[in-house]
């Protein structure tokens, strides 16, 4: 099966622009769950989607918004970009039911550089 | 206080050493606990997962979990150079993970 895909892999913006990133699940996955990763925070969620539904959300502002198509696949939308944005997006997918949700398996990642 | 607190080391060892990872939390609600590997510029990638208390063991990783203590642990046996990364530990319940902030294990040859 292929692992979690994620596009694009190095992303280089300016500050005020938007972005958006997109992920692709492992076959089967109904849940996709977007994190935050910088050295000094750690990895920090920012949301997840099952069945084109946002399920949970973390604690980051209305800059940062996803979706959720039917075929699973998700995007991840950043708008007027700051320089604290600049970080690893990782993306991660599960099955979503009760059974095997806590089988997380995790993209590569995009790394976002805002300037 | 964050859910799952982890000490961000580095922890550098020699080659063959037997390595004690720890993780700490807060919510009793957990049901499920996590291992993932991050190397350097790469996503996590997940290690092991064990359920309420108790032991798993793959080959050289052993996972364990006591729940009266609040301890997760991650024991990696005649530990290798490839072993170097950083180790981040997780609670989940209901959907939603709680990550430590990981750990850099360095394996010196």
């Known amino acids: 099966k292929a692992g979690v895909t994620q596009t694009p892999r190095y992303l280089i913006k300016t500050r005020g622009q938007q972005v958006t990133l997109s992920c692709s699940p492992i076959?089967?996955?109904?849940?996709v769950s977007w994190y935050q990763q910088t050295p000094g925070q750690g990895l920090q969620f920012l949301f997840e989607y099952f069945s084109e539904t946002q399920r949970n959300k973390g604690n980051f502002p209305g800059r940062f918004s996803g979706r959720q198509f039917s075929n699973s696949r998700s995007e991840m939308n950043v708008s007027t970009l700051e320089l604290g944005d600049s970080a690893l997006y990782l993306c991660?997918?599960?099955?979503?039911?009760?059974?095997?949700?806590?089988?997380?398996?995790f993209g590569p990642g995009t790394r976002l550089t805002v300037t | 206080q964050k859910e799952v607190e982890q000490d961000p080391g580095p922890l550098s060892v020699p080659e063959g050493a037997i390595v004690s990872l720890n993780c700490t939390y807060s919510n009793s609600a957990f049901q499920y606990f996590m291992w993932y590997r991050q190397y350097s510029r790469k996503g996590p990638e997940l290690l092991m997962y064990t359920y309420s208390s108790g032991n798993k063991e793959d080959g050289r990783f052993t996972a364990q979990v006591d729940k009266s203590s609040k301890y997760i642990s991650l024991f990696i046996r005649d530990s290798q150079p490839s072993d170097s990364a950083t180790y981040l530990c997780?609670?989940?319940?209901?959907?939603?993970?709680?990550f430590g902030s990981g750990t850099k294990l360095n394996v010196k040859p």
């Open positions: 991660a997918s599960s099955q979503g039911r009760l059974a095997g949700s806590y089988e997380q398996y």
């Open positions: 997780a609670g989940y319940n209901f959907n939603k993970f709680y």
């Open positions: 076959s089967g996955h109904r849940s």
